[in-house]
């Protein structure tokens, strides 16, 4: 059998991995500042993590959510701690799509309606619903628009606000920095009109923390640079696990749970826990989401010094450096001659740059270098 091939591929293989380094098969090191999609948080193979990971394996992987699970309750307790969402209510299942479409599914239930609201250069996911408010016509199946979407502006508070008054609105899903897109954050002013219109006429206020949240931003999530902001549902996966799937559907506590509504056979598994709560036992004894603020602060200031530089913007480890020219050469140049990982976006000009949060000022050195010498690389052979 061979693999149905819609990944375009580089040609490398990492075999291992240790803090933000990852190893080929040939033993040549690379600097990880893109963890995977941005799903490595607590940095590769940390050894609280294995512990946790390999002795719960060797105990109970999985078995039913029909049984008490007491990891369940313990994740829950501890990231409603470290999140401060402490009355909020979890939903656990295995990515972040999934994680959206409970949301979604929820939102609908809550209030009856079925038109929902997202922005332009969102992405939400691959599955039914998740997709539908993605703007990404490329992504959307015919049987995936069963429902009504208007895409907005992001920021541009006037036409949601004239939508979502016509009452007939069952959510608006927006992410906490928008990730793939290109990295565009949503002001203070905008989150906080956006929850109030969405409080006054009972439409679903959802926080896609899938990419932005676990510390990433430099605050457990992204949206609480927008004090007093509290959104219906908040959804979180990729760091939650640091490569094991594992995503959460965070919900405000003026949600009543019924039995059978939503429901999952792997979401919350014993394995799953073990590592959820893993990643935030090393998130809070390493001060995680306070390195990711420092560090971020410190990256995206040197970023900005190289040549060519167009606009660096973001916040904490989740930054976008924009240059005037297509990245795709010095992408290329950066892993194949820098062995250095960072990631693209949807826009051609725009790098993504997404390490693990538990990086040193030295590996912000070591990166800042790479894309210096890749940089002049790239330039000289646009030149010539
Ligand atoms: C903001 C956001 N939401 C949802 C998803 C979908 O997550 P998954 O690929 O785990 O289904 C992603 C994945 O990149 C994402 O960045």
């Known amino acids: 059998m061979k693999l149905f091939d819609v990944y375009p591929l580089y040609d490398i293989e990492p075999v291992q991995g240790k803090g933000c380094k990852v190893y080929d ?17 607590i940095g590769h193979a940390h050894p609280h993590y294995v512990k946790m990971i390999s002795e719960q394996v060797a105990k109970l992987g999985f078995y039913s959510n029909s049984i008490q699970n ?21 939903f656990l299942i295995n990515s972040g799509a999934e994680a959206n479409e409970n949301a979604l599914k929820l939102a609908s239930f809550y209030n009856g309606r079925t038109k929902v609201i997202a922005f332009k250069k969102a992405f939400h996911g691959r599955t039914a619903a998740a997709v539908n408010v993605t703007p990404d016509p490329k992504l959307v199946a015919p049987i995936n628009k069963g429902f009504e979407v208007e895409f907005h502006e992001l ?27 290109g990295i565009h954050v949503p002001t203070a002013e905008f989150l906080t009109e956006l929850q109030a219109i969405c409080n006054a006429t009972d439409t679903v206020f959802i926080l896609d923390e899938i990419q932005s949240g676990y510390g990433r931003s430099g605050k457990f999530f992204a949206y609480q640079y927008a004090e007093g902001v509290t959104p219906d549902v908040v959804t979180v996966a990729k760091g939650m696990g640091n490569g094991f799937p594992i995503g959460g559907v965070l919900i405000h506590p003026k949600f009543k749970p019924k039995h059978g509504m939503l429901g999952t056979t792997f979401g919350g598994s014993h394995l799953a826990c073990a590592a959820g709560i893993a990643v935030l036992d090393v998130m809070k004894s390493e001060f995680l989401v306070e390195n990711a603020a420092t560090l971020g602060n410190y990256m995206m200031r040197e970023l900005a010094k190289l040549p060519s530089v167009k606009e660096v913007r973001g916040l904490g480890l989740m930054v976008a450096v924009e240059f005037p020219f297509n990245v795709a050469a010095l992408r290329k140049s950066l892993v194949f001659d820098e062995k250095c990982f960072i990631g693209s976006s949807s826009e051609a000009n725009t790098v993504r740059i997404l390490p693990p949060l538990s990086i040193t000022k030295q590996d912000v050195d070591s990166l800042v270098e790479k894309m210096r010498a890749a940089l002049v690389k790239t330039l000289e052979k646009e030149l010539a």
């Open 25 to 41: 098969t040939e033993g040549v090191e690379y600097l990880d500042f893109y963890g995977g999609h941005a799903v490595i948080s």
């Open 70 to 90: 007491s990891l369940q309750t313990e994740l829950a307790q501890k990231l409603g701690e470290q999140s401060g969402l402490t009355d909020y209510q979890l």
């Open 155 to 181: 920021n541009d508070i006037e036409s949601v606000r004239d939508s979502i008054l016509r009452g007939d609105i069952t959510a608006v899903i927006i992410e906490g920095i928008q990730g793939i897109g």
